[in-house]
C-alpha cells in the first residue's frame, strides 16, 4: 500500500505564498496521475489540482492563475506552488490519485494551511 506524506503547510497573511509537498512511498507513483485536494473545516474535501503521468495539469477555477502543481517523478514527489491565497484557502490539504483513476490510495494526514492576517 502507497503512503502518502504531505509537508508545507502552516500561517501566512493573504496575499503570501506556500510550497507545499507530497512523499510518496515506492515508485508506483510515476505511473499515475496524481491530484490535490483540500477540506475546510465544515465542507467536504474538494478537487483542487492534478496533473498527469506526461505533465498535463488541470486547476479547479476558484485557484486557476495563482496555484501550480508539478511533480518530480525521480524523487516520488508531488508539489503545490500556491501564491496570492485568499482566506477561502484556508484547508487541511492532501494529495492522492486524480479524480480520473476512479480510486484513491490510503489518505495521508494532510497538512493545514491557514491564510489570515
Known amino acids: 500500500q502507497v503512503q502518502l506524506v504531505e509537508s508545507g503547510g502552516g500561517l501566512v497573511q493573504p496575499g503570501g505564498s506556500l510550497r507545499l509537498s507530497c512523499a510518496a512511498s515506492?515508485?508506483?507513483?510515476?505511473?499515475?496521475?496524481m491530484a490535490w485536494y483540500r477540506q475546510a473545516p465544515g465542507k467536504q474535501r474538494e478537487f483542487v489540482a492534478s496533473?498527469?503521468?506526461?505533465?498535463?495539469?488541470d486547476y479547479t477555477d476558484s485557484v486557476k492563475g495563482r496555484f501550480a502543481i508539478s511533480r518530480d517523478n525521480g524523487k516520488n514527489t508531488l508539489y503545490l506552488q500556491m501564491n496570492s491565497l485568499k482566506p477561502e484557502d484556508t484547508a487541511v490539504y492532501y494529495c492522492?490519485?486524480?479524480?480520473?483513476?476512479?480510486?484513491?490510495?490510503?489518505w495521508g494526514q494532510g497538512t493545514q494551511v491557514t491564510a489570515s492576517s
Open positions: 492522492n490519485l486524480a479524480p480520473m483513476r476512479g480510486q484513491y490510495w490510503s
Open positions: 515506492g515508485s508506483i507513483f510515476t505511473f499515475n496521475p
Open positions: 496533473i498527469t503521468i506526461g505533465g498535463r495539469t
